[in-house]
């Protein structure tokens, strides 16, 4: 793959192409976006970049369309007489029925439906990030038309971006993820509507913890993106939204009759469920979860992995969730063994922090 060609630049395009030029220095990298100022920017970036998609693709060995997910079908009928007869073809939209079924119209064999699981609340090419599909699901939808050859292609950029590919066909891609990502914005957004719909809004936004922060975080996300993302995926959205609500109804059947063991079994089944979802394997001593508020500054992670390297701490697991409002953030750890992580735990105190403990984040132990 001596020549890649992105089709937008912006947050996946554009992260895309600073994965390629940062580990692969002899591919040439060409992008296309209709916008000028995220041209300039791309431009950067790229080896070249132009406002012709057309030009774009022309002797490219691999076409990425990293436009928004409901202009992909036209892209690719647009793109069908220039792409070179032995180019591969991929996108990264989060919908893959309608995708598909365009892409192998278009391309035939040569198309592979793409969906990398990472992003951000952020959008545009200004938050792009080259280290952003680091240990990242990369879904490929591959079908019976799929040339092997090209399926390897997609997967190999995938790898080379620090991604892990998984193959899904695309309606189970497209119900999964209406469950995992698309709801879940939706959700988000209804929070923060009911919030900030309250009599005293300001009051109560003010009053807002970690956890309304870190449930509504999405909310922040890009309208017209989601507006294109729900729009393609809507039949299954609407599935999963149905299920949401029933669920729903049904909790709040239970609250309405009093049916308290009932509730506190089914929020029980629920959080055991979440456990078990981010799970771990096996650890060598009991698990135990250390959450704390961290400032949005550079050298925090390096300040809390440096004490627990002092302290011979072993972290099993790392998560930073960033805040939208800027300013502070959240750090969740996972450390191997109870003795360790109240040592680590008293130490981040001594250093200002506030620690929370949990002593059941999911994980098993091999003992």
Not at 15 to 31: F, M, N, P, T
Not at 149 to 170: E, I, S, T
Not at 269 to 287: H, I, S, T
Not at 302 to 322: F, S
Request: charged letters at 25%; one cysteine or more.
């Amino acid at each position: 793959m001596s020549h890649i060609a992105v089709l937008g630049t912006g947050l996946i395009g554009g992260s895309i192409a600073l994965g390629v030029r940062a580990r692969r220095a002899d591919i040439e990298l060409v992008g296309y976006d209709p916008d000028s100022a995220t041209r300039a920017r791309a431009a950067e970036l790229v080896d070249r970049v132009t406002e012709d998609p057309i030009a774009a693709v022309r002797g490219a060995a691999l076409v990425v369309l990293a436009v928004p997910v409901d202009r992909i079908p036209a892209a690719c009928a647009v793109l069908a007489a220039h792409v070179d007869p032995t180019a591969v073809v991929t996108d990264v939209g989060s919908a893959k029925v309608e995708v598909v079924a365009a892409g192998e119209a278009a391309f035939g064999e040569r198309f592979v439906g793409g969906h990398p699981m990472a992003g951000s609340e952020r959008h545009g090419i200004e938050a792009a990030d080259g280290s952003l599909f680091d240990d990242a699901w990369w879904i490929l939808t591959p079908t019976e038309t799929t040339h092997p050859d090209a399926y390897g292609r997609v997967a190999a950029l995938a790898g080379d971006l620090g991604a892990r590919a998984v193959a899904v066909d695309p309606p189970t891609h497209d119900a999964l993820v209406a469950r995992l990502s698309h709801v879940p914005q939706l959700t988000a957004s209804a929070l923060v509507d009911v919030a900030a719909g309250a009599g005293d809004r300001d009051a109560l936004l003010e009053l807002a913890a970690g956890g309304f922060r870190d449930v509504t975080r999405i909310a922040a996300s890009d309208p017209a993106l989601w507006v294109a993302i729900l729009r393609s995926n809507s039949s299954a959205v609407l599935d999963a939204l149905g299920r949401v609500g029933g669920a729903l109804e049904d909790a709040a059947a239970m609250i309405r009759g009093d049916r308290w063991d009932e509730l506190a079994a089914w929020l029980d089944r629920a959080r055991r469920a979440r456990l078990e979802l981010f799970a771990k394997p096996v650890l060598g001593a009991e698990p135990v979860a250390l959450a704390l508020p961290v400032p949005d500054r550079p050298g925090v992670l390096a300040e809390v992995t440096t004490a627990a390297g002092r302290l011979g701490a072993n972290i099993e697991d790392l998560r930073i969730i960033h805040s939208t409002e800027g300013g502070r953030g959240r750090l969740e750890l996972v450390i191997a063994g109870k003795g360790a992580a109240a040592e680590l735990a008293a130490a981040l105190t001594g250093l200002g922090y506030r620690v929370e403990v949990a002593e059941d984040p999911g994980l098993e132990t091999s003992g």
